[in-house]
């Protein structure tokens, strides 16, 4: 049996709608489905103002203009997480300071923030793994208390609640993706989601070249002019067409993950209640979107012989990021204390084959492999 990491699944509807869109005469973005699919977060998920990006990695590079970073800016962001969380700003000539992960999840350790603040610091970036949140309300309060904006790395976080707050609500600014790895796809596709009202206004302008364009188009002003700096951030209508139809499907998409992350769970629960890994952390208020399914093993050579054994056996079981204080682009400038969890994540997790597709026998056939091995 071959069973990939990932296979992106399509609903049958994304060719039907992306005609309609051609039908529609008019392929450039902010069109209909455009809007279709703006309104749908805003009114599920109670979020200010939504706008399509091209990728979360364009969304976050939207965010940094948008709170005008700028060259000695200093901005917190968790070592472990995808390099465009810290590579957005990096682009705005900020410095990077890494923080640590958790001891209990992937995610940036709450507690150790605030040593990290100086007088330059400007943003807190936080990156919220297989959707679960971060300590936000911990999060927030120091932000607060300190003056400084929180943005959101909500790319994998599409439809996860935390004590019944939508994750991506209450940092400054959030940003989303929609590339084909995540829950739900466009290909490649993002959104920036605005909870502050004061940066609306200006985001509508960068995201139009820096241009007023979107209060012509509402009739609010009478032609429209350069106004701001800014680029081009929005998809095409085709692409916005093809979330349409995801979005459609959302709730069976996110059942069929949730049942898939619980079999994983359930299954491998003896095996770490014998010390052979840790299973991540289950809390009923904050349990994440079932976008990746993850283990932690107690070394990085247990990490890569399981993996290499599960390879073996035609199942693509994959390591996720390295952390990016060590990365070769960053190393040499690096000059913090040592980040332990954030490399512990980066040797010892291994995450497991889940998307919409994986049959029974195929999670089974996983399972009883990983059973063997510790056999
Ligand atoms: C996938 C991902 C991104 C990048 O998303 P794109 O839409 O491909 O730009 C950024 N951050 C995290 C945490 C991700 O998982």
Known sequence: MQIPFNKPFFTGKEVDYINQAINNGSVAGKGEFTNKCQSFFEQKFGIKKCLLTTSCTDALELATLLLDIKSGDEVIVPSYTFVSTANAFVLRGANIVFADSSNISPNIDADKIEQLITPKTKVIVVMHYNG????MDKIMAVANKHGIYVVEDAAQAINSYCNGKVVGSQGHLSAFSFHETKN???GEGGMLAIND???VKRAEIICEKGT????FLRGEVKEYSWMDVG?????SELTAAFLWAQLQKLDSIQNTRFELWDTYYNSLLSLANNNAFYLP???ENNKGNGHVFYIVLPSKNHRDELSA???SKGISAVFHYLALHKSPYFSDKYIGEPLPNSERYTNCLLRLPLYNGLQTEEQDYIIQAIKEYYK
């Open 281 to 283: 952390e289950v809390d």
């Open 231 to 235: 680029s081009s951030f929005y998809p």
């Open 212 to 215: 007023n364009r979107s209060a």
């Open 184 to 186: 739900i796809i466009s």
């Open 132 to 135: 679960v949140s971060c300590d």
């Open 197 to 199: 009202d004061a940066l």
């Open 309 to 311: 054994y599960l390879n």
